[in-house]
């Protein structure tokens, strides 16, 4: 029984990085312990189990969407593989399900309803869902309108806002650009708000308990005083820098103290 470790794998690394996937391995545990079952066609298969499947398959169909999967893409898709500690077996799971997700008779309505219901109204595993699958896209360079279109339909399967959804593209390509480093341009005014899922309309004082929610979210102590292990903190350092540097950005703009 590996699937939940699997799964712990995916949800570790939506919340905190690579190095968060230990921490999801260890939670994921639970997975495995025979929670009820789902039907995914004709073979029954735990809540655990899905997560991992869905997370694939809807990452080949939308790596197929606009009728080629590029290399950029599947490499980009053994990365986050990779990235999760996968063993072979459960490399080769992850194949054959991104593979079937490129399947022109893929039921993507089908499976999102399934996986939604699984998920129920925890939003943290709609965001890990859908923070995986924006890193596959964004991470390939690919986010053209077709995959755009797709990623949204994904999200509202998941009770995923637009706001939400932009919150999260904001904070996986500010991730991206601290990975480049060298050079990396100053985070825009557009993105420092997307990044803190606020409206330039907002309050100062909105800013701020955004900015405090995701910090309380995503701080290594935090994670730490959550069972992550101190030395595997710095993929979580490198997003809360992505956090209080969108901050800093709109305090800047506002004037703010």
């Known amino acids: ?11 570790g690394l939506a919340a905190a990085g690579p190095l968060g996937s230990l921490l999801g391995v260890v939670l994921g545990h639970q997975f495995d312990q025979g929670y009820r079952r789902v039907s995914l066609g004709a073979r029954p298969a735990a809540d655990g189990g899905l997560f991992f499947t869905t997370t694939f398959a809807v990452m080949g169909h939308i790596a197929k969407v606009d009728g080629r999967v590029s290399e950029q893409e599947i490499e980009i898709a053994r990365r986050i593989m990779h990235e999760m500690r996968l063993t072979p077996p459960q490399v ?9 997700g490129k399947t022109r008779g893929y039921p993507l309505a089908g499976e999102l309803a399934a996986l939604g219901a699984v998920i129920g109204r925890r939003r943290d595993l709609a965001h890990a869902f859908l923070e995986i699958q924006t890193r596959a896209i964004v991470g390939a360079g690919s986010l053209d309108q077709a995959k755009r279109e797709l990623l949204w339909r994904v999200a509202q399967a998941l009770r995923i806002g ?9 904070l996986v390509r500010a991730r ?33 308990t955004a900015y405090r929610r995701l910090m309380n979210r995503h701080h ?3 994670l730490v005083a959550r069972g992550l292990p101190s030395s595997l903190t710095a993929d979580a350092e490198q997003k809360t820098q992505s956090i209080s540097a969108a901050y800093e950005r709109v305090k800047t703009e506002r004037g703010m103290k």
Not at 92 to 100: M, P
Not at 162 to 170: D, V, Y
Not at 189 to 200: M, S, T
């Open 1 to 11: 029984m590996w699937l939940g470790k699997a799964v712990g794998g995916i949800l």
């Open 176 to 208: 991206e650009q601290q990975a480049r480093a060298v050079g990396r341009s100053a985070v825009s005014l557009e993105e420092a708000y997307q990044v803190l899922g606020v409206r330039p309309s907002a309050a100062d004082k909105e800013v701020k």
């Open 162 to 170: 637009r706001t939400e959804l932009a919150q999260i593209e904001a």
């Open 92 to 100: 080769q799971l992850a194949i054959e399900h991104f593979t079937r």
């Open 220 to 222: 290594p102590d935090k």
